[in-house]
């Protein structure tokens, strides 16, 4: 029997799992849920020693012995205290220890409770990863616990081994061994493509060879991280989705497409790569956190775990373009036949989609301008375009055909007008910067610069407040929504640009906008030039709601 504790658990079958097959454990009440867990593990043998100090050499000697990771294990307080020579010495001679310290719950913490102190970063720069673990009380919190631990465990090994520090807060009651057997917990796996090349071959590439289902789906990265032939390969056997953010093209209306089919499981997966960082879609992060019963794998150049789909199966590290190059030429073109059907799907969806959005006619809106514009810059392939935060982007997602810059690493609405502004002050060609009203009037100080010239134009957006809160479900009820979260307001940028010297357009109708939009795009200026467009929030609301609810792709 085992522990009633879900991180002591969680722990042990993820220690276990990884290949830890020894541990030294040291006395005490408060880690006596983990030294219980660990003596009834068959896998794990245990060493008993009093001494905490000695116990972390013990635990060093083993691992350099054995080349392989061993636990220390020790009580709350100035216990964990007593590793750090031991720890020290494992990280200048890169050995792979791990420290396991049992801890209080934290809100008791520094509240004159026994043997209590800071314990999550005691070691400091001595461990090359530190984690404390929470005590789950849903599915979400255990996955966090599980991520963490598979984090700490892989990186006793990844660029170079040494020790890593595992905190585990433990309520009472502590004696409570009532769970028959560990969970089966999922146990992430770490590849170097480009070190072992055959790795890729018998894990990932063997799972994609034998799907029926792959897909690729692409975050945002530089334009030229994938080029296009890799894209092309891969897209011969296995469905590619991306954003315009991703790869130097327009993106693929398939937020549009899981609008449409929801949970249905002909287009889910069976295998995904995922490539890049973030995603705007909300929809596909939480449909690829659906996707149980796929292989689901990343990439990153730094080898860092990024669970954005909760099912991560394993993490590769190299560029994307050289494990997707090693991916296609280890399975090569086998797998075109008996993906055909799944590729075939998603193709019709997507192109019934793609076709409902040139069609879609939308009355006067935000939706409307970006429509126009992005029609008008169709061969403008020397420009930059950028687009703010929030609804902007979710605008250049449905009618973009060229690669878009974002500021979405963080999502802040800051600083995406300095962004263009600053993109501007270094290059001959035009920049764009497609921006909401807040977002403007926050960074209005972008255009408060002696060095810009007539390449920055902007095209505003302003509805008098922050959209995007218009289409949060529940929002509504709130009397605060329109004024303190959206901050409505009247304000206007005329006065803003004529103190900056800046180019000033309007536009407050179809008409307008579009012989607005043809006079921002072709008037030569050596002054930045910009178009305020000015909508109503409840028809913009109402017209991107319209768009997706009239898509279908049966």
């Not at 035009?430 to 209005?444: A, E, K, M, R, T």
Request: charged letters at 25%; proline letters at 4%; glycine letters at 6%.
């Amino acid at each position: 029997m085992f522990s009633s504790k879900e991180n002591v658990n969680i722990l042990t079958a993820l220690l276990a799992a990884h290949g830890v097959r020894h541990a030294v454990v040291c006395p005490g009440s408060r880690n006596s849920a983990i030294v219980h867990n660990l003596n009834e593990c068959h896998e794990i043998e245990c060493y008993g020693v009093t001494d905490e100090r000695s116990a972390g050499f013990y635990a060093l000697g083993m691992a350099q012995a054995l080349q392989q990771p061993v636990v220390v294990c020790v009580t709350s307080g100035t216990a964990l205290l007593n590793l750090n020579p031991a720890v020290a010495e494992a990280y200048y001679q890169h050995v792979p220890i791990v420290v396991v310290s049992a801890d209080r719950p934290p809100q008791w913490i520094d509240q004159l409770d026994g043997q209590t102190l800071p314990q999550p970063d005691a070691l400091g720069r001595f461990v090359k990863k530190a984690i404390s673990l929470p005590e789950p009380k849903d599915d979400e919190e255990r996955w966090y616990c599980n991520r963490l631990v598979n984090e700490a465990l892989l990186e006793t090994r990844h660029h170079g081994k040494g020790p890593v520090h595992i905190n585990v807060p433990i309520s009472e009651p502590l004696f409570e061994y009532t769970v028959k057997k560990l969970p089966e917990e999922r146990s992430i796996c770490l590849l170097n493509p480009r070190s072992n090349k055959s790795l890729i071959s018998v894990e990932c590439a063997g799972q994609f060879f034998r799907s029926k289902k792959p897909m690729v789906i692409i975050g945002q990265m530089s334009a030229d991280d994938i080029l296009p032939e890799d894209l092309h390969s891969i897209s011969l056997c296995a469905v590619v989705l991306n954003e315009s953010l991703s790869v130097g093209k327009g993106g693929e209306h398939f937020d549009e497409v899981l609008c449409a089919v929801g949970d249905n499981p002909e287009y889910q997966p069976d295998f995904v790569i995922y490539l890049g960082d973030t995603m705007v879609s909300k929809r596909i992060k939480k449909w690829m956190r659906g996707l149980k019963k796929a292989n689901i794998w990343a990439v990153a150049e730094d080898g860092v775990i990024r669970d954005t789909s909760m099912n991560l199966y394993g993490l590769i590290e190299g560029h994307p373009a050289d494990v997707l190059k090693d991916l296609v030429e280890t399975v090569g073109i086998k797998t075109i036949k008996s993906t055909q059907a799944f590729t075939s799907l998603w193709e019709k969806a997507l192109e019934k989609i793609d076709n409902h959005a040139e069609a879609y006619e939308p009355e006067y809106s935000q939706m409307a301008a970006v429509k126009y514009f992005e029609g008008a810059m169709m061969y403008a392939e020397d420009d930059y375009i950028h687009y703010g935060n929030s609804t902007a982007v979710r605008l250049a997602n449905i009618y973009a055909n060229h690669y878009v810059y974002c500021n979405r690493g963080v999502n802040g609405i800051e600083g995406s007008l300095s962004t263009a502004a600053g993109f501007s002050c270094v290059v001959d060609e035009n920049v764009y910067c497609v921006i909401g009203d807040l977002s403007f009037f926050y960074d209005q100080n972008a255009l408060w610069n002696q060095n810009l010239r007539g390449n920055l134009r902007i095209l505003l957006l302003n509805n008098g407040k922050g959209g995007i809160f218009n289409m949060l479900k529940g929002l509504e009820v709130s009397p605060a929504r329109d004024r303190f979260v959206a901050a409505e307001h009247k304000t206007s940028a005329e006065g803003i640009c004529r103190q900056n010297d800046v180019v000033y357009l309007r536009a407050g109708n179809t008409e307008e906008m579009q012989e607005e939009i043809d006079r921002l795009i072709d008037t030569d200026s050596d002054r930045p030039v910009l178009l305020e467009v000015f909508t109503d929030a409840e028809i913009d609301e109402k017209v991107l709601k319209d768009y997706f609810m009239s898509i279908s792709v049966s």
